[in-house]
């Protein structure tokens, strides 16, 4: 089951809960989306200044986008507006926050988890691995070359076409006649760069996983023999 859709509400009034699980002890959450089937949450979490976390990687793609403070990660530092897709066992640099920070973190196939590690795990698809300002290194576009498209005075960073479909997750911009700012807005995996990567891993990632499914099926269905008998049969073509 997907996540349930869920309209715009204010969170400001709800309390923060105690992250107290390995990776983020000393940050704070708010479930924001929560799909109860596989744990797929989106968060808005409120590091503690002083928070630090050591070389690790999560066995589910992450998304974060630091909506105010600092985040550093290795030699790098994100600042508000930043935006990182990391793919599921992609190992990131040591994390801390010398003065406090927010940012929406997005776990898209299973419930928070981490693993301390600086190896990334062999699967990996490190080259998804995304990181950009959204502020300052995408352009914005109105909702006129699209369709259906946003309501009117909405603005957003230009996506790339993937050749294949992929949901995507965009800033929207309402102008003053909306008498809204500009917010984050999620609606699945960003991919501003490497399209041509993303699209080739994503049919790479279809193919396991149809074939996943087909072993299931059979294992269902009962059409499933043992290693003897599968020897057996394939004894003619095993002769040296």
Same mark, same amino acid.
């Given at each position: ?10 969170e ?7 992250f107290?699980?390995?990776?983020f002890?000393?940050?704070?959450y ?18 503690d ?23 550093r990660?290795?030699? *790098? !530092?994100?600042?508000e507006g ?6 599921? =066992?992609? %190992? &990131?640099?040591a994390?801390?926050v ?7 973190v997005m776990?898209? *196939? !299973? ?10 795990? =062999?699967? %990996? &698809? ?19 070359l ?19 479909a ?21 609606t ?18 279809m ?34």
């Open positions: 089951m997907a996540r349930p859709h869920i309209e715009p509400y204010v400001l009034n709800d309390p923060f809960r105690k107290d699980i390995a990776g002890k000393g940050s704070h708010k479930v924001l989306s929560l799909d109860t089937d596989t744990g797929a949450c989106t968060l808005k979490v409120r590091f200044g002083g928070y630090k976390r050591k070389p690790g990687l999560s066995y589910s793609d992450v998304e974060i986008f630091v909506i105010n403070g600092e985040i990660v290795g030699k *790098d !530092s994100w600042r930043h935006y990182a897709y990391v793919p599921a =066992g992609m %190992a &990131l640099d994390l801390s010398p003065q406090g920070a927010e940012a929406l776990f898209n *196939d !299973s419930e928070p988890n981490f693993e301390e590690s600086r190896d990334s795990h =062999g699967l %990996a &698809l490190k080259e998804a691995f995304n990181s950009l300002n959204t502020y300052e290194d995408l352009p914005w576009m109105g909702n006129t699209v369709n259906p498209a946003t309501a009117p005075g909405n603005w957003r960073p230009e996506p790339v076409h993937e050749t294949v992929v949901p995507g997750s965009c800033l929207r911009c309402l102008t003053r006649q909306e008498r809204l700012s500009c917010c984050p807005v999620r699945g995996a960003l991919e501003t760069r490497k399209f041509q990567t993303m699209s080739r891993l994503l049919q790479q990632r193919a396991v996983l149809e074939g996943i499914a087909r072993g299931e099926m059979a294992v269902v269905e009962g059409r499933v023999v043992t290693h003897a008998e599968a020897k057996a049969r394939l004894a003619r073509w095993l002769k040296p």
